[in-house]
């Protein structure tokens, strides 16, 4: 360490810490510019527009994994400097280096939106360094305005505006939603002031966001790599920025629209008899649904998985069991986890082949231990397992074409479950430990199954994964892991999605009624239902009964009518879904990003968009209490039509069969008929009525294909088929 290390009593981080200095040109060419300095190379270049990268220290050998989707395409770029501060300068934006101290600064059109920091310490030039050597990696620092908000950082629990928050990128079974571990995480940020910031490694990555154990001024982000590999984005909005994010690591494909209905599960059915019965009686009861879901347990034998085998005890014949539910008109998904039970004669096999991660010690399979304790007499204790090792290309292959008995016996999907359990010292084929791999591990596992899928059904795959790391949006979709059966075990479900699309993770469900603890009650369970049908996928599951009449009658009744709605809507989620693959938006669209220029909205984290045109305020407490934001401009009741003037909050006890649902005044909404499952629709765009909500001043959300367009306030194109309903726009009182 230099005699200029910093020490800070309070968090012994700071003793660790050797800045950047001694910084000199080497080259520069038309997009970068290269540094050498006492703590090595440094590069700052232009990647495309309004993306830029600064990448410090040795990065060669290190396996990337495929997180960026995007090559450079820099534009109109000039590179200027000297030994005071280097500039690139990309259109309208500019990247600037200053190496005393080291500061980072990014400018539009000539105006700062992110700099270095400035937060000056009484004993030395910085309370946190700019840019400086840690003993695990690096560290960086930007300076935060005051109230600047900063979101993304992947799926958490709490508050969306991550300032004044310690956020940790390491991908945990988290166990729940109630702190601050969860499953998907991703060293993305962005602030509505313009600028993104995106950590490109598969290490962990901790960001003191505000925080002030560090700074409440500052961002300090601290990687634990070898190397820093830093982007940053420049934009108008906050869509332009998550479109730039998702540019260079990935959009999604449209998902199938079976995959768009109901999906229904529990943990779990025990027998194929409770399962058929359950799919039979959805059918009996008229409750939609497309997708039955089989768990762990339900088609699995728990000592010996997972090894793509049937519990012979129970089904004899898979295929027909599948052929029975195909005939009732739903699809069938099962579960997998990428590790092999030691008692399976698969481990063996596997380990002999080096096909699962190793000890470093014995160079034996590594061994994985479960705690037992949070099992339960439900979940049954797990056995000891080895970890598939994704990053050998044989075990890759190998996983994946074993997928292909189960697809061609019927099963339509898999759910890629767990991914969190890599150890920080195992090692890989590849050479990378388990300190690197843990982060990206869900997004090799996820990948492959997803590859498994593609090949059986091209172009209509999908997976229903848990973990995630940066790149996991491309292979949809994810879900919210295990929360507690209660109301604020759904809010903190509901915020989880929100920011995990704030991240760039277009689709996301929950499990509606909650996953653990008490069973639901019939409200719960009835306003979980209403909240699920505007995400992007549907689905009932938990520990005990989650089917709608388990809850009794009045509540089944109300249900039903919500997923019929949901059916309904499904012309209107295709066209949210086709953007999303477009654009990156997510489906569930929180104010900040729906609204960027209403700052009054964003405190009203628990509403969202759904898509462009639909409001929707989920009610997250019992007895129907609720208050809830309409931003400016006029906004008309999604049922009724009853208009309402926006830019002010409203307070209201909501029924239980309803749900604050508003439409922008001006659009129009297209529905389609109500249908048992999506294999009744007559065509894909499935168009039965379109709801104009004042007159049409907004092109239609639509599914591909369907051509209905607004000319001078008039609709063309509209099939003879298709009702036209005005709604009546009578003001509220």
């Known amino acids: 360490m ?166 940790d990128s390491w991908t945990h079974d988290a166990l729940g939603v109630n702190g601050e571990r969860s499953y998907k995480n991703c060293p993305f940020a962005w602030s509505p002031e313009g600028w993104g910031l995106f950590v490109h490694t598969p290490a962990r990555v901790r960001h003191g966001v505000g925080y002030p154990a560090w700074s409440h001024r500052s961002f300090g982000i601290d990687v634990q790599d070898d190397a820093l590999d830093l982007f940053l984005f420049v934009g108008d909005s906050p869509a332009t920025l998550l479109e730039r994010y998702t540019h260079l690591t990935g959009r999604m494909p449209m998902p199938p629209l079976w995959g768009l209905g109901a999906w229904i599960s529990k943990a779990y059915y025990r027998t194929p008899e409770e399962a058929l019965a359950a799919a039979r009686t959805m059918r009996d009861r008229n409750l939609p649904a497309d997708v039955l879901l089989l768990d762990g347990r339900a088609w699995q034998d728990t000592d010996t998985r997972f090894a793509f085998e049937w519990d012979r005890s129970r089904y004899d014949d898979p295929k027909s069991f599948i052929d029975q539910l195909h005939a009732l008109g739903f699809r069938v998904c099962c579960w997998e986890y990428p590790l092999v039970s030691t008692r399976s004669p698969l481990f063996d096999e596997m380990a002999a082949k080096g096909w699962l991660l190793k000890d470093p010690e014995t160079g034996e399979a590594h061994r994985y231990h479960w705690d037992h304790e949070p099992f339960g007499s439900v979940l049954t204790p ?232 639909l409001l929707v305020a989920p009610v997250l407490k019992p007895g129907g209490d609720i208050r809830f934001y309409l931003p400016e401009g006029d906004w008309m009741d999604f049922a009724t039509g009853e208009a309402h003037e926006g830019g002010r909050s409203l307070r209201r006890t909501v029924p239980l069969d309803r749900l604050p649902v508003f439409v922008r005044r001006g659009s129009l909404v297209a529905l389609g008929p109500i249908v048992s499952h999506t294999g009744m629709l007559s065509s894909p765009g499935g168009i039965e009525e379109i709801r104009l909500y004042g007159p049409v001043e907004r092109p239609p959300v639509l599914p591909e294909g369907i051509e209905i367009q607004v000319v001078d306030g008039r609709l063309e194109g509209v099939g003879e088929d298709i009702r036209i309903v005005e709604m009546d726009g009578r003001r509220a009182g």
């Open 382 to 613: 797990l056995p000891e397992s080895g970890i598939v090792d994704f990053t050998h290309p044989e075990a890759y292959g190998w996983w994946r074409d074993r997928h292909a008995d189960l697809f061609a016996a019927g099963v339509d999907a898999m759910k890629p479950d767990f991914g969190e359990q890599v150890p920080e010292t195992a090692v890989a084929a590849n050479g990378d430990s388990g300190r690197r791999l843990h982060n990206v591990y869900p997004l090799l596992y996820n990948r492959c199954v997803f590859e498994a899928t593609e090949q059986a059904y091209p172009g209509e795959a999908m997976v229903f994964s848990r973990a995630g790391w940066t790149g996991s949006q491309r292979y949809p979709m994810q879900w919210g892991g295990d929360p507690q059966s209660d109301w604020q075990g759904m809010a903190a479900s509901l915020r989880g999605g929100l920011s995990w699309g704030l991240t760039g993770g277009p689709c996301y469900a929950t499990d509606i009624g909650g996953f653990y603890g008490d069973q639901p009650d019939a409200e719960l369970f009835i306003r979980w239902t209403q909240a699920a049908v505007f995400s992007s996928h549907m689905r009932f599951h938990g520990i005990g009964p989650r089917e709608p009449w388990a809850f009794g009658e009045a509540a089944e009744t109300i249900v039903r009518q919500w997923i019929e709605l949901r059916y309904r809507l499904l012309p209107y989620i295709r066209g949210v879904l086709a953007e999303a693959s477009a654009t990156g938006l997510p489906c569930q669209r929180p104010m900040v990003l729906a609204f960027p220029d209403d700052r009054a909205a964003w405190a009203f984290e628990d509403q969202f968009m759904f898509g462009r045109d």
């Open 2 to 167: 230099s005699g200029d290390t910093m020490i800070d009593p309070i968090n012994p981080l700071w003793n660790l810490l050797d800045t950047v200095r001694g910084v000199a040109e080497i080259d520069r060419d038309g997009s970068d510019v290269r540094l050498d300095s006492d703590l090595g190379p440094i590069r700052l270049s232009a990647f495309a527009p309004g993306i830029f990268r600064l990448q410090v220290g040795e990065a060669a050998g290190r396996p990337d994994y495929g997180m960026l989707a995007a090559s450079p395409t820099p534009e109109n770029v000039t590179v200027s400097g000297d030994g005071s501060g280097w500039t690139i300068v990309q259109g309208t934006a500019s990247l600037t280096f200053r190496p005393d101290p080291p500061r980072i600064e990014l400018k539009r059109e000539d105006k700062p939106i992110l700099s270095g920091v400035t937060d000056r310490h009484f004993v030395r030039p910085q309370r946190l360094p700019g840019l400086a050597r840690t003993d695990d990696g690096w560290f960086v620092a930007f300076s935060l305005d005051s109230g600047e908000p900063v979101y993304g950082l992947g799926e958490k629990w709490g508050p969306l505006n991550r300032r004044g928050q310690f956020v």
